[in-house]
């Protein structure tokens, strides 16, 4: 393995993908314990069409290294409000483009304190900053655990699993556009389209994506 001095603290694709992979994998797990600690029962909150992925989880990984890199000389209590802050940008986004896009909801903050449209949430961004706190503690250690994952042959392994992760994630999205349209009565005008439909039936896809549900029935 190489030497991996040259690379300590900085922000590289090997990095980002690793913490993508393990923040999408990790935020499953806590989020089912969550559930299970709660309701006494587990619940995968799945992302993916295949594997326990849930890819927000996986960018928020990334934003948080990313942020506590780029500042790694201010303060920890400004990194800290800083995730806070981008992270709640991304979960805006992401619900606008379900809830515009696609006419659905993946989460739903409508009876928290201080919402927007169920988006996002106030508790929600001080949790934001409280586990970006936490990560910047622990960033050099995290950083030090990623920089061992660094050489060639780890590198090859990124690579061929970041197509695969793509395909998965291509694949997610049509699925999803499917379900929407399906739910919308609008019917796929291709074989392709129709394929997509008979091997992800609306049952299916509820049960994999188990919080998601439809603006026009949750309104």
Known sequence: MKNTE?????????KLFWLFMAGSVTGVLIEGLFCLILRGEWESHVVTVVGPFNALYGAGAMLFFSVAALLKNKNIILKAAVIAVIATVLELLCGILLADGLGMRAWDYRDAFFNYRGMIC??????WGVAGLVFCLLFNKIDCILCKLHGKVMHIICIVLSVLMAINLCITAVCIVHWSERHYHTAPDTKLGRTVDEMTPDDWMQHRFIEWSFIDETN
């Open 122 to 127: 106030l508790s929600f961004s001080l949790g």
């Open 6 to 14: 040259s690379i300590q603290g900085k922000i590289t694709y090997d």
